[in-house]
Every structure is written in C-alpha cells, then in structure tokens.
Nanobody
C-alpha cells in the first residue's frame, strides 16, 4: 500500500513558477516509479512526467518539455514537479501516482493549479 498527498498548488500568473510536492508513505519509496498527471477542466487526464525509482531516468509529456522538471528525494519520501513558464493551458488538477507493479495504481487526491492570463 502507498499513500500519496500532493501540495503546492495555487494561483499564479502566466509566465510564473510553482513547485508541487507529493509526500509518500507506506511501501518503501525508493522501490517504485512515480509520475505526475493532470486533468484540466473538460479534458481527459494527461500524462505530465515520470521518474524511475532511483531518479536516473525521466520522461515528459510533449506539452511540458523544457518547462517542467520532475525529481524525487528518496531520503524524504517526496516527489517534486518544478513548473516554470506556466501558461493558462497548464490550469488543471495535478495528481501524483505510484507504479508499484506494471501500472500506476496509487493516486493522490490532487492539487489545483490555476494560471491566469
């Protein structure tokens, strides 16, 4: 079992930055991959970024490449998403997820990010 709690969302102007955090508990954090997803108003859930269990490999969605950075601190059981050059289309609820087996089966409750133009 894994419990995930996101924080760091809020309201920011276009061009600004935010850093999201995801605190994990339960199963040993350093043994599974983690990812961020988001769901904007009226949109389907979208993959944002993922990082392997040791943090050595990352993958990003096309819409955030070059602007967002995913990272993890296994000593603090925490996943991060640094978001720079934010755009109004980044407005969404952001979720962190854990992949213990072959799919992302554990999810947080989400944190709202709103980017004003």
């Amino acid at each position: 079992q894994v419990q995930l709690v996101e924080s760091g969302g809020g309201l920011v102007q276009a061009g600004g930055s935010l850093r999201l955090s995801c605190a994990a508990s339960g199963r040993t954090f350093s043994t599974y991959a983690m990812a961020w997803f988001r769901q904007g108003p009226g949109k389907e859930r979208e993959f944002v970024a993922q990082v392997t269990w040791r943090g050595g490999n990352t993958v990003y969605g096309d819409s955030v490449k070059g602007r967002f950075t995913i990272s993890r601190d296994n000593a603090k059981n925490t996943l991060y998403l640094q978001m720079n050059s934010l755009k109004p289309e980044d407005t969404a609820v952001y979720y962190c997820a854990a992949r213990v087996t072959s799919r992302y089966e554990y999810w947080g409750q989400g944190t709202q990010v709103t980017v004003s133009s």
